[in-house]
């Protein structure tokens, strides 16, 4: 592994003991259940701490017994499980561990996962304890290790959701060591139509509801929603009227032919993902390109990969 830690406040060395991250010998980042806590929970991720503890296994491939996030890790990164092997990876953003689960299950990769918010206390429950797994809650902008030490980094569903998404592109290009590579994925803005739909319309009120209350609604809303959606898709209105309806994109995320119970579970947390955070900013890939060229990234591609039913807006780079 061999990764040097330090503390993003002060610069100083840190050194990792099983009971927390040392400074001059006094622990002052503690681990507790599982993680390095780097930061508190009270800060403006703490919504998907909620969600992904209330909903720690649902899309996490081993307890879903889909294949989905294995099949999106490798067909965003088009990385060989192989040559991971011994690698020192990078994961911001991890939520849950949906994609925690894919590296550590199918290659032999060293991984330091971060996140922002409680969440690394359910990616602990899913993916600890296992000796090729450091998890931190930390900022992306204040992340504990010394820079250029990577030889991978993602990001994989996150720069949206941070206040500043340039600096956040910024924070994990400093980050890998030259020869390694940084894949992040995004949503896209697609067109002057991108936020004329019921998500942006609604946020600025859902966003304020506390978790439990916006949760509660869209449980007892869930069931005509999915109807609703369903019925347009069928007889082929969905691109056209589903949007206006205050539910997740049911065609565009989620496999076909669940069982209606997985189905409905999936789209509470999808809703619940949707109306609950602080940011929702989309970017262009083109964007998103030129971030990477101006922060030194060369072989830089961006456009939009498919992996089952679904496409994501991905961009991808190696450091010279
Ligand atoms: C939509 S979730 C995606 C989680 C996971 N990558 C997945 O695809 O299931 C976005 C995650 O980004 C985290 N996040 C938001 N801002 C962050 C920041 N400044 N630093 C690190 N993580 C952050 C949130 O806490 C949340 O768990």
Not at 22 to 47: C, M, Q, T, W
Request: some cysteine.
């Amino acid at each position: 592994m061999n990764i040097e830690l330090v503390n993003p406040f002060n610069g100083h060395q840190l050194t990792l003991s099983a009971d927390g991250l040392k400074d001059n010998g006094l622990i002052i980042f503690p681990n507790e259940n599982g993680a390095y806590r780097i930061v508190k929970d009270d800060n403006y991720s703490e919504n998907f701490g909620y969600q992904w503890n209330k909903f720690a296994g649902t899309q996490v491939d081993k307890t879903s017994k889909l294949d989905i996030s294995k099949k999106r890790f490798f067909a965003e990164t088009s990385w060989d499980a192989t040559d991971l092997s011994g690698k020192n990876i990078l994961e911001v953003g991890s939520g849950a561990g949906r994609f925690t689960q894919i590296i550590l299950d199918f290659t032999k990769g060293n991984l330091y996962s971060v996140d922002y918010s409680n969440a690394v206390e359910a990616n602990y429950k899913n993916n600890g304890p296992n000796e090729r797994l450091q998890l931190f809650q930390a900022s992306i902008y204040e992340m504990p290790f010394a820079k250029a030490q990577f030889d991978k980094v993602i990001c994989i569903g996150v720069l949206q959701h941070t206040p500043d998404v340039e600096k956040s592109v910024q924070c994990l290009i400093e980050m890998i060591k030259p020869g390694g590579e940084l894949v992040v994925d995004f949503y896209p803005i697609t067109g002057w139509w991108t936020k004329l739909q019921a998500k942006y319309l609604l946020r600025p009120f859902t966003k304020k509801m506390t978790h439990e209350k916006l949760y509660k609604k869209i449980d007892r809303n869930i069931d005509w929603m999915i109807k609703t959606s369903r019925f347009f898709s069928k007889i082929g209105l969905g691109r056209l009227f589903n949007r206006f309806i205050p539910i997740c994109d049911i065609d565009g995320t989620l496999p076909n032919n669940l069982p209606y119970d997985q189905l409905r579970e999936l789209c509470v947390l999808d809703t619940f993902d949707m109306f609950s955070p602080q940011y929702d900013q989309p970017q262009r890939i083109n964007t998103v390109v030129k971030w990477f060229n101006k922060y030194g990234m060369q072989d830089v591609w961006g456009g939009y990969i498919r992996y089952e039913n679904c496409k994501a807006a991905v961009v991808k780079g190696t450091k010279p």
